[in-house]
């Protein structure tokens, strides 16, 4: 991709990054190979019907059964800890071997896991986190600190003269898209010809998240970026942001690349994707469990990178090859 010249961006592809690694859990090891229940993983997606974690059930599912694992996979049907939370305590009580998971809210997880961990299951923490994640054998997850970054530097290059921006986000409490938040705002700081409004929540919900962007610009009407944390809040600042008649004088730049997102790029509603890299972290995320199981060594944390497109570059083989998949055949 050409973002370079465009953007003064760049395409970010991070090398997975090593920040520690883990010894081998106590209670025990579990023979290079194991057998029976111990060739088994089960995957608690954030939401299940989003490309995002369909994309990393392929990656956990390609790297389960490279290594002779079976993976079973579950998960709500909106990003929300009320809905993830039966189908915690349900896998759990069936005491699973490994569990390899997306929480939901770093708070209303922490407890269930806490007491999975004590029983003896392996944890992994997959691109979510808790408010005490060092109970998890390992952690892997995009540099989302960085994204939010990108996506502020995407914004100040299309809108050089400086302007207000808003920043649309599911809801508090969710390790990611906080860290999304932090790495745009931080950005923002940097340039006093930009205001930031601060965060709106859309709850997930892109109908809410259109009326949040046009009641938004209605309050405002020199706000110049909006910047879109996940796919939902992405569809919605797009719808918005069309239905007020602003489409390419407000530049929408938006984590994820979901099929939705890729089409509002192609229609010019949304500027740039911060597309992550969620089958590379269901790759690592078995890999780790794996790991666990057979009592061997892992990164304690793995940060994935994260690749920039626009419309110009979309076709391109990079930008293809960074696009959220709808099914793992």
Do not use: W
Not at 63 to 71: E, I, L, P
Not at 238 to 258: E, L, N, S, W
């Amino acid at each position: 991709m050409n973002l370079r010249n465009r953007l003064g961006v760049g395409v970010v592809i991070a090398a997975v990054t090593t920040l520690s690694i883990a010894g081998c859990s106590s209670g025990g090891t579990v023979a290079s190979g194991g057998t029976g229940s111990n060739k088994k993983l089960v995957f608690i997606q954030g939401e299940a019907p989003n490309n995002f974690y369909i994309s990393m059930k392929c990656g956990v599912e390609s790297a389960a059964k490279r290594a002779g694992y079976t993976v079973t996979t579950q998960g709500g049907q909106k990003f929300d800890p009320t809905l993830q939370l039966p189908i915690v305590q349900s896998v759990l009580a069936n005491k699973p071997t490994a569990l390899i998971i997306a929480p939901t809210d770093t708070s209303a997880l922490q407890q269930p896991l806490q007491q999975a961990v004590t029983n003896g299951t392996k944890l992994v923490l997959v691109d979510t986190t808790l408010d005490t994640p060092s109970i998890a054998f390992s952690s892997i997850a995009s540099d989302n600190k960085g994204g939010g970054a990108a996506a502020f530097q995407a914004i100040k290059k299309l809108a050089p003269n400086g302007g207000k921006v808003l920043v649309i986000d599911n809801q508090p409490g969710i390790s990611t898209s906080q860290e999304r938040t932090q790495g745009f705002a931080d950005g923002v700081k940097t340039d006093p010809k930009f205001k930031n409004l601060g965060v709106q929540y859309a709850q997930d919900d892109s109908t809410k998240a259109a009326q949040v962007v046009s009641a938004a610009l209605q309050r405002n009407r020199d706000i110049v970026g909006i910047f879109a944390t996940n796919v939902h809040s992405a569809v919605g600042a797009a719808t918005g942001v069309q239905q007020a008649g602003k489409t390419g004088r407000v530049q929408v730049v938006t984590f994820d690349a979901g099929p939705d997102q890729v089409s509002a790029l192609k229609d010019g509603t949304i500027q740039a994707l911060i597309a992550q890299q969620p089958e590379k972290i269901g790759e690592e995320g078995a890999k780790a469990a794996i790991a666990a199981l057979e009592g061997k060594p892992f990164a304690k944390n793995i940060a994935t990178g994260f690749s920039i497109i626009t419309k110009a570059d979309l076709n391109s083989p990079t930008s293809q090859a960074a696009l959220y998949k709808s099914s793992c055949s």
